[in-house]
């Protein structure tokens, strides 16, 4: 059994208030909803505010970050590191989102060695792979998966994936309200989790697969009864504590 997991990625979005309160808030709505991970990701320069937030309201809200460097410290301007992550409690290291992919060039490769890194210091990556529209209108979705899978695959052996966190997000749906079906999601999904199986079943059976665009409370259960789709990532109805939690409570009733 895969115990579901939903991210909130708040992007370029908050300030110190803003990350207090939507803290605050969401450890409210979230109080009585059991058999559910939820974490969030606000911008690095929040995480200490929030690591101290989720521990004054003692809050099982798991603290995540939204990218991370390669490398531990040294002279990399403007990087963080795993270890300045790890130091402000964030556990769930987004990597490979869509928006890193295009704004910072971002590649498969520089994706699985983040990943690599990551397991090392004994954090969670929380990889985001997916197609874009032409691609998808191409008929290439899974294709397009399975060679971002397979740039770690090839790397570092299946056993990379263990203990790891897949967020299928079909760039074409993100931010944009164009929510992939349920029943497209799902077969895309098992499509991920057969490609890993090709390599380890026990692995493919046990990780968890996000879907991630456009999902809003009005959606999600539609997607939590797929049985491939663990979970969601979350970009812009995490930004609201009702919004979530309401998707969070429909992951509860879905999947337990
Ligand atoms: P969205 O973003 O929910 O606003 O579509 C999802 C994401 O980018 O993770």
Same mark, same amino acid.
């Given at each position: 059994?895969?115990?579901?997991? =939903?991210?909130?990625?708040?992007?370029? /979005?908050?300030?110190?208030?803003?990350? @207090?309160?939507?803290?605050?808030? #969401? &450890? $409210?709505?979230?109080?009585?909803?059991?058999?559910?991970?939820?974490?969030?990701?606000?911008?690095?320069?929040?995480?200490?505010?929030?690591?101290?937030?989720?521990?004054?309201?003692?809050?099982?809200?798991?603290?995540?970050?939204?990218?991370?460097?390669?490398?531990?410290?040294?002279?990399?301007?403007?990087?963080?590191?795993?270890?300045?992550?790890?130091?402000?409690?964030?556990?769930?290291?987004?990597?490979?989102?869509?928006?890193?992919?295009?704004?910072?060039?971002?590649?498969?490769?520089?994706?699985?060695?983040?990943?690599?890194?990551?397991?090392?210091?004994?954090?969670?990556?929380?990889?985001? =792979?997916?197609?874009?529209?032409?691609? /998808?209108?191409?008929?290439?979705?899974? @294709?397009?998966?399975?060679?971002? #899978? &397979? $740039?770690?695959?090839?790397?570092?052996?299946?056993?990379?994936?263990?203990?790891?966190?897949?967020?299928?997000?079909?760039?074409?749906?993100?931010?944009?309200?164009?929510?992939?079906?349920?029943?497209?999601?799902?077969?895309?999904?098992?499509?991920?989790?057969?490609?890993?199986?090709?390599?380890?079943?026990?692995?493919?059976?046990?990780?968890?697969?996000?879907?991630?665009?456009?999902?809003?409370?009005?959606?999600?259960?539609?997607?939590?009864?797929?049985?491939?789709?663990?979970?969601?990532?979350?970009?812009?109805?995490?930004?609201?504590?009702?919004?979530?939690?309401?998707?969070?409570?429909?992951?509860?009733?879905?999947?337990?």
């Amino acid at each position: 059994m895969r115990r579901p997991l =939903i991210m909130g990625n708040w992007k370029l /979005n908050g300030n110190k208030a803003v990350v @207090t309160s939507l803290l605050k808030d #969401l &450890d $409210a709505q979230l109080v009585g909803i059991e058999g559910v991970d939820v974490a969030v990701a606000p911008p690095v320069m929040y995480l200490d505010i929030a690591e101290k937030q989720i521990n004054e309201l003692q809050s099982k809200i798991i603290l995540g970050a939204q990218n991370v460097d390669i490398n531990l410290s040294g002279a990399f301007t403007g990087d963080i590191s795993p270890e300045m992550l790890k130091d402000f409690g964030a556990t769930h290291i987004i990597i490979g989102h869509s928006e890193r992919r295009e704004y910072h060039q971002e590649s498969d490769d520089s994706v699985a060695k983040k990943l690599a890194v990551l397991k090392e210091q004994g954090l969670t990556p929380v990889i985001c =792979i997916g197609e874009s529209e032409a691609q /998808n209108e191409a008929g290439e979705t899974l @294709t397009v998966c399975a060679r971002q #899978l &397979d $740039a770690i695959i090839n790397a570092q052996g299946v056993e990379a994936f263990d203990g790891v966190i897949i967020a299928y997000e079909p760039i074409w749906a993100i931010g944009t309200g164009k929510a992939a079906t349920p029943d497209d999601a799902q077969r895309i999904h098992a499509g991920i989790r057969s490609h890993i199986a090709q390599k380890s079943d026990t692995i493919a059976k046990k990780i968890i697969i996000q879907y991630g665009g456009s999902v809003k409370p009005e959606n999600a259960a539609t997607y939590f009864m797929q049985p491939d789709i663990d979970g969601a990532l979350v970009g812009g109805a995490s930004l609201n504590a009702t919004d979530f939690a309401s998707i969070v409570q429909a992951a509860a009733k879905m999947k337990n």
